[in-house]
């Protein structure tokens, strides 16, 4: 009985090898899994036991895959089939026979539901990929002094080969409920918007963009802001992006006393940097002249940093400056608003 469920223990792996990848090393080692992908640097192969491994491409001496794989060839159309490798070529079992070409040609190895994944986020749906936060803040006082303090934001973006989504929304609420205070409402500011951009080339791209805010204390009812124009990925890396962009707007100001409505340049620049230690920075800066009325303009400035705690919670400061040149009679020009606390992460 032993021998018979030894025996067919040993048929189950040979069958099972049979249709499993082989990867052979140059210093002779074999390693035996699933090809997951490659490119022209480096090799991703899963195991049963160790799970994925990375190995250096140019340390690939044969490949013989179990299975059909989506290979990417420099100039030339993507080959689909089984893949074996012979004295530098590599070899795919296509359904129209097999093909050759050299291993150094070979841009990107997937295997199918890598492939899949792949040309899902080419194109994704409009609820998938969106990376975002909101951060919320909170302070209370009881006993000599009794006031309140809500901050709360909420950022999310959704950036794809082509285009991107970015909306975003603060809310600054305090109050002093000391018997007789005045006032009573020291901070009720809210603002919001979102960004559409739409990439021409790899550095190139247009934009259009919609803005709205409100500040009780500034007397402003309603700013509404619709703009467009054009925009450059100076730098774009995986841990930097610095844009610039340049375009025009139509402003309508509706504030307690007046309301007034003119056109306006858009001038401004956005910067992120992934710190290490899982510290982000990000930095905005714009300028809107308003070309109506030269010599007149609003300037907006935000600064932030989100410190990781764990893979969906930090810890957000966040600074921000809005100026109005002509603001309302007996308003100050300059509104600033620091928040800190908490900053809960998603990804979907």
Known sequence: MKKVLMVAGLLVVSVSSLFADQVVLKNGDRLTGSIVTSDDKTLV?????????????????????????????????????????????????????????????VLMVRSEPEQAAYEKSLH???????????????????????????AVAFDAARKTLHDGLILHATAVYASNDAAGAIPSTTANAIQGGLRYDRNITARLFAYGSADFQTDDLQGLDLRSVFGGGLGLHAVKNESTTLDFLAGINYTREKYTTFTRNFPAASIGEEYMHKLHGGTIITQQMYIYPDLSNTGEYRGTFNFGTVTKINKWMGWQNSFGDIYVSNPPVGKKQNDIIFTTGLNLSFTR
């Open 45 to 105: 192969l899963e195991s049963e036991f160790a799970g994925k491994v990375s190995i250096q491409w140019d340390a690939v001496q044969e490949i013989s895959s179990g299975e059909a794989l989506h290979v990417q060839v420099k100039g030339g159309k993507d080959l689909v089939g089984k893949v074996t490798t012979s004295e530098g070529n590599l070899y795919v079992e296509t359904s129209n026979g097999k093909i050759e070409t050299p291993k150094d040609a």
């Open 124 to 150: 994704p749906g409009l609820l998938q990929g969106w990376n975002g936060g909101s951060n919320i803040g909170f302070a209370l006082t009881r006993g000599n002094s009794q006031t309140k303090n809500l």
